[in-house]
């Protein structure tokens, strides 16, 4: 390699750096962000996923595990939340640590497009903010599709872009001033905020993302829109 020539870096290392960087101040920038909104979405989650009485559940880019969180209220269910950044999972075990819910509580690194686990292994998946984030979107979620269970459940929450144009034309408005401003104002990592704005224009959202699990082999694909259609909850079973 040449002396001036720079490392390309894949997109999953950069991922996880960034997550590394952004770890101390993730959840109080995700509550800006969403307006507090992101407390709702999970406990949603948790109303979702609690009418199949799942006992395996696996929360795939897990971060500082909220979602993790809110699903160990389902009795008898026990939780591994799986993440490539180990800085984020750091955070995560130390909420898990003061509501003394490592009992039911896990938290894993791992790479949700190569699951160390064997086929069939779980009842539910849940997948909050992350999916946009992975190199190979159809490998990670074959591989959710993969280790769930016949008649298992994938709940995905991620964000999306509203159909209608006066409302798209103020989400743009508010995504590419606001987000990048606030990441500006309390992250060190400017780039981070960047990238997650300009992620979520590019991440296909509605009946686009619904293809894109029906081809990972998803079926009775529904879809809750949030937030005026910023936010969406996918609900699909194997
Ligand atoms: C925006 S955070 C979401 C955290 C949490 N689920 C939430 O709802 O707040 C995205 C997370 O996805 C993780 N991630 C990205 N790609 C991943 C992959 N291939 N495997 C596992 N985790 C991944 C990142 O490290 C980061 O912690």
Redesign the pocket.
Known sequence: MKPNQKLKLSK?VQ??N???SI?AE??LL?RIMTFGN?IR??KKIYKIAKSDNPKDIL??????????LELSKITESSII?????EQ??EVGRKKINNKKLSNKVVLIS????NLDYEKESFDLV?????VR???NLEK?LKESHRVLRSRGKLII?ETSVPENSIIKFFYFFFSRSFIPLIGSLFSKDKTAYQY?QKSAEKFPSGKNFILVLNKCGFSNVKVQTQMFGATSIYIAKK
């Open positions: 999953k991922v996880k960034m997550f590394d770890s993730y959840d995700n992101d979405w999970r929360d795939i880019a897990t971060g500082t595990a909220d979602i993790a939340g799986l993440d490539i950044s984020m999972l791992g790479d949700a497009e849940t997948i909050g903010f992350g984030n992975f190199e990670g929450l997650l």
